[in-house]
């Protein structure tokens, strides 16, 4: 399918037909390393639900699904790395294998501190699955287990990404121009 010429759209990072291969690819390897385990994914309102959406399609294992949502807070120089649970999970993950699902991992504030959270609560296991890598970004190391795609340093919308709530659901990858963030 043509991906649409929009204003806001500087360029497309990712077409909707490369995303969904990626995503099918990454979906694969996740059903042949739980296919003997009934898997939870875990994600990180709102940004992620695309994602976990697409990517629990594309499994071929039962899954089940709960969320929770996040405050962070940011101080002069960008993120300050203080994170709260505002919404948590409906369901214990205690005795599961669990993969935190994320849109996107930028500093990694929040997902090491949603790994530490989890792992806390008695998983039998626990991985990060990330659509997108903004690694130059990153401050704190983290492990990621699955990821479709590092992106440069640059604003990105679509596929749950959003700028002031909008274009989450463009179902390509594209960054915003300069101008208009
Ligand atoms: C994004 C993303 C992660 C977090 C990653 O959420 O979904 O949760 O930022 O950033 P970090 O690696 O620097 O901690 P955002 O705050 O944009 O909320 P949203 O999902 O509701 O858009």
Redesign the pocket.
Known sequence: MKTPALPMIERVLFTEEQVRDRIREVAAEISEHYKDSTLKLVG?????VFFLTALARELTIPIKVDFLA?S?FSNHSG?SGV?RIAKDLDEAIEGEDVILV??????????RYLLQNLAGRGPNSIALCTMLDRKS?RIVPLRIDYRCFEIPDRFVIGC???YQQLYRNLNFLAVLKPDRH
């Open positions: 990180v309102l709102k940004g992620s996040i962070s993120s994170v994320e849109d996107i991992v930028d500093t990694g504030f929040t997902a970004k749950g990404l959003d």
